[in-house]
């Protein structure tokens, strides 16, 4: 009787660990059973962007509404386990009063030193500006920063910042929209680290690109090694005509006319709602392009395609260049995970609100079956990130149809590191982990094979020739953690203490 209770235990703890290990399962380790719930005033309380410190801290961005109708940008900060961080700002909140009636971030970046830098709109209906503020590790504002620590720019009279990133460089590229009457621009500004305008982009460190009378929508961009800049927008033509548009834009703002047709990919779609699109570069400076044409009323179709970094159609991905979903949805953002498999987040419209949902694809563009489909997603999702142990970190709000919106934080197991075993077996590595050199064997090799070292974000830290039969590598330079060697699809990867 006892073998069989031993049995039965081993089996159901075995099932157990499969079921709450698999990628995109809830993660009970974080706040109650994966989810955590915010109010703060008994008002609106909106979460728009969210990072990782490194010290595994999260920062949610967004706007606390602290009376009704009176809202101000907000940081919150939270333990790794989804627990308010009371260490930061005034008991895990930092609050900004700029006597304003329109403000909010919805971008947020952690600094390798765990400063912050925050992206959003200020100012109030029909004239708004960018905001952009830095804050110290302790959410006390950095006051060497720009202005008080706040720097704001003013365009046109409609400014709306819709995302941010840090360059390579460290500087800061805040982008967005603006309007004056019926007509709409594309808004770039690039700041030096102290806040100060770069004047080395665009005209005076300012960039706008003019689109037409249409109203546009669904921004999107990325960075390419080089710091080019590669932006993704729909444009409304006429009726129901739209335009969807790939703009490359050299580091110093200039349109690169070696891309596409002079600078531009256009794709052109008519008798669609909308259309609403995402981007994202990958280690190979290829660039992935995900939309969804809304059709009729829950009607909708969505694909994702893959161009080089020159622009062209990449046929080796998927179909001809093209994956289309079974499920349509709506993609909010793409991350390229660290042994090149595609994650895919965003909603499945509906008429009040939307569900997160998240899709997950082979680097050859073929559907990744081993991510959970029935995720968790009552929730209205802003934004997601991969943290550094690999896990599935979102965030939004409640829908504001069951009361005034929470702050929603939402976590899913996955493993960023998991890999096929066909991928490995063609490569012997020793010694394995090691202090930074590592001996790859490989079959012989007639002419030089190209190799790529990602660290655990992706971020390509290495990349060479291999030829002969074995090949030395030398990462000691750089700090301990796992490294992926990839090489022609094989992948494998480095441990280094």
Do not use: C
Request: hydrophobic share 35%; charged share 20%; no cysteine.
């Amino acid at each position: 009787m006892k073998t069989k209770n031993g049995i039965l235990s081993f089996v159901f703890f075995t099932i157990s660990f499969l079921v709450f290990s698999q990628d995109g399962v809830l993660d009970p380790s974080f706040g109650d059973n994966g989810i955590v719930t915010m109010d703060f005033y008994n008002y609106k309380d909106y979460s728009f962007g969210i990072s990782q410190q490194n010290s595994g801290k999260i920062i949610s961005t967004g706007q606390i509404e602290t009376e009704n109708d009176i809202s101000q940008g907000s940081l919150v900060r939270f333990q790794t386990n989804g627990s308010l961080d009371t260490t930061f700002g005034n008991d895990g909140v930092v609050l900004l009063d700029l006597g304003t009636y329109f403000y909010y971030y919805n971008t947020i970046f952690s600094l390798d030193n765990d400063e912050l830098i925050a992206g959003g709109t200020i100012g109030n209906w029909g004239e708004k500006d960018f905001i952009i503020s830095k804050f110290m590790p302790n959410g006390d504002v950095d006051s060497g920063y720009g202005v008080n620590g706040n720097k704001i720019i003013d365009f046109l009279t409609e400014d709306d910042v819709l995302l941010q990133t840090i360059q390579h460089n460290g500087k800061t590229l805040a982008m967005g929209r603006s309007k004056v009457g019926s007509e709409y621009f594309i808004s770039l500004a690039k700041l030096l680290p102290s806040g100060e305008l770069d004047t080395d982009f665009g005209i005076d460190g300012l960039l706008t690109l003019d689109i037409n009378e249409g109203y546009f929508n669904s921004f999107s961009a990325s960075l390419q090694d080089d710091n080019s800049i590669i932006l993704s927008f729909t444009e409304d033509l006429n009726s129901n005509n739209r335009a969807n548009k790939i703009i490359k834009l050299l580091e110093n703002g200039t349109i690169d006319n070696t891309f596409g047709n002079d600078g531009v990919i256009e794709i052109l779609f008519s008798d669609v709602n909308n259309i609403r699109s995402t981007i994202e570069v990958d280690s190979n400076n290829k660039i992935l392009f995900m939309i969804t044409q809304d059709i009729e009323l829950d009607v909708y179709s969505s694909s994702i395609s893959r161009y080089t970094s020159t622009g062209n159609l990449d046929t080796t991905f998927g179909t001809n260049g093209f994956y289309n979903f079974e499920t349509s949805f709506y993609s909010r953002k793409i991350i390229i995970q660290p042994n090149s498999r595609i994650l895919i987040g965003g909603g499945i419209p509906g008429f009040e609100s939307s569900q997160f949902v998240l899709k997950r694809l082979f680097d050859n563009g073929t559907i990744d079956n081993s991510l959970n489909e029935n995720i968790y997603g009552n929730f209205e999702n802003s934004d997601f990130i991969l943290q550094e142990d690999g896990k599935i970190l979102a965030t939004g709000s409640t829908y504001w149809y069951d009361g005034p919106e929470d702050m929603v934080l939402v976590r899913y197991n996955n493993d960023p590191l998991s890999i096929s075993d066909n991928n490995i077996k063609n490569l012997i590595v020793f010694p394995n982990p090691s202090k930074g050199i590592f001996n790859i064997t490989h079959g012989f090799i007639v002419s030089e094979t190209t190799y790529q070292i990602l660290d655990i974000t992706g971020k390509l830290i290495q990349q060479g020739n291999m030829s002969g039969e074995q090949t030395q590598l030398d990462i000691s330079q750089f700090e301990n953690g796992v490294y992926l060697f990839t090489s022609e699809g094989s992948t494998v990867r480095l441990i280094k203490n």
